[in-house]
């Protein structure tokens, strides 16, 4: 239901193997192999090692050494720190450093030529798979800082947008987060979100950016999980422009411009949330890709399919696929749809069904157990390094533990 797939592998995915770090040790016998122990307790694999003395200390070897992103690598560089002297990180996986860095990774990373799959309900319809690659090839060349190529939607379209809007808006002050209805009503206000037209990606980005900085950036397909991820780094989100087919307003196993609309924008709004996705965003920059993938599956099962309480111990929808999806909307939170406490060691463990009603969601009492949650979740990040994020030059650095 977003924009974030797990069907393609990046050329920045195939980048994240390799860490390079260069220590010192003794020149006695047995010490290399007791460095190379802790690396192996830690299950961190080698790809090279050299050596050489010293120069200006005989007593001394200088060890270079290229290790795998893998395994408990902070453990493992913690403990060679430790162990040795001179220990340097040279350097770490490429991810990208200032907002722009995105379009570095745009050409890799979209798989907006694949065939749509047979249960899509436009599989059949060779008119809307030929207008879908239209729209989104436009997406294709965008660059940051550019305008977001304008679609003129035609009539059918612009149906189709009014049967999904009307058949939610009803539905939102009962079954969505406040936030969410908070937001929604200063769009409709601003006659931004109206049934009659489709709102152009440019006038709602700018909407954003004047709330919480966050702005939309044009996608022609599914992304690669660490691709999608890096960009909520830069409080940025890849979004789709073509819209579902209009035999199913009520369903679509692909994101589309309404899922993108209705079920995120509202909440990329509110900057608490923003901030949230934006430290699941931060999390992922350099980190291995197994750590990705439980990262992915915590965006899926909270940004995505999420639910948390209000203060009346209402049970509100705040995942963006099921505020754009009138169908799961109403079943999500009846009895028969199964919840769990959320917590992220056990939603990284799940699968998703990007196509389906979910089997069950993760609730929690409050946004505020949301966000402690994930954050003493992303303590257990084993890149070697952290990142921090300046908001005023858009741009991370990174920080050696
Ligand atoms: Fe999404």
């Given at each position: 239901m977003d924009a974030i797939g797990n069907t393609c592998r990046s050329e920045t995915e195939t980048n994240q193997k390799k860490?390079?770090?260069?220590?010192?040790?003794?020149?006695k016998v047995g010490q290399l192999a007791k460095a190379l122990e802790i690396m192996k307790s830690h299950q961190v694999n080698l790809y090279h090692i050299n050596s050489k003395l010293n120069r200006e200390n005989s007593e001394e070897f200088d060890f270079f050494v290229i290790c795998d992103n893998s395994g408990r690598l902070k453990e493992a560089l913690g403990g060679l720190k430790q162990f040795s002297t001179n220990f340097e990180i040279i350097s770490v996986p490429w991810f990208p450093k200032h907002i722009s860095d995105l379009d570095k990774i745009v050409p890799y990373t979209f798989t907006c030529e694949k065939e749509l799959e047979a249960d899509h309900p436009g599989f059949?319809?060779?008119?809307?798979?030929?207008?879908?690659?239209?729209?989104a090839a436009m997406s294709?060349?965008?660059?940051?800082?550019?305008?977001?190529?304008?679609?003129?939607?035609?009539e059918e379209e612009i149906n189709t947008w009014r049967n999904v809007y009307t058949g939610l808006i009803d539905l939102y002050p009962k079954n969505a987060c406040k936030q969410f209805n908070c937001n929604l009503k200063l769009l409709q206000k601003q006659r931004c979100y109206t049934a009659d037209?489709?709102?152009?990606?440019?006038?709602?980005?700018?909407?954003?950016?004047?709330?919480?900085?966050?702005?939309?950036?044009?996608?022609?397909?599914?992304?690669?999980?660490?691709d999608f991820l890096a960009a909520l780094a830069f409080r940025t989100s890849y979004t789709t422009q073509y819209i579902r087919h209009r035999s199913k307003p009520?369903?679509?196993p692909e994101p589309d411009i309404c899922h993108e609309l209705l079920g995120h924008v509202p909440l990329f709004a509110d900057e608490e949330f923003s901030q949230f996705a934006q430290d699941i965003g931060l999390a992922s920059l350099g980190a291995p890709s197994e750590y990705i993938r439980k990262l992915a599956m915590c965006y899926w099962f909270t940004v995505e399919f999420g639910l948390?309480?209000?203060?009346?111990?209402?049970?509100?929808?705040?995942?963006?696929?099921?505020?754009?999806?009138?169908?799961?909307?109403?079943?999500?939170?009846?009895?028969?749809?199964?919840?769990?406490?959320?917590?992220?060691?056990?939603?990284?463990?799940?699968?998703?069904e990007?196509?389906?009603?979910?089997?069950?969601?993760?609730?929690e009492d409050s946004f505020d157990i949301v966000k402690e949650k994930m954050r003493a979740y992303a303590k257990t990040n084993p890149r070697p390094f952290d990142v921090c994020y300046d908001k005023s030059t858009q741009s991370?650095?990174?920080?050696y533990q």
């Open positions: 860490i390079e770090i260069s220590f010192s040790l003794p020149n059949t319809d060779a008119e809307y798979k030929k207008r879908r690659k239209e729209v294709r060349s965008y660059k940051y800082g550019q305008y977001i190529p304008r679609v003129e939607y035609t037209n489709i709102p152009q990606l440019e006038d709602v980005s700018k909407f954003l950016q004047k709330r919480t900085g966050f702005r939309l950036r044009p996608a022609p397909g599914l992304i690669s999980p660490r009520e369903y679509t948390w309480k209000e203060e009346n111990d209402e049970l509100k929808a705040y995942g963006a696929g099921l505020l754009s999806s009138a169908q799961e909307l109403r079943h999500c939170l009846t009895d028969s749809a199964e919840k769990k406490t959320f917590d992220p060691s056990e939603a990284c463990k799940e699968k998703i990007p196509s389906k009603i979910q089997p069950y969601y993760f609730v991370v650095k990174v920080i």
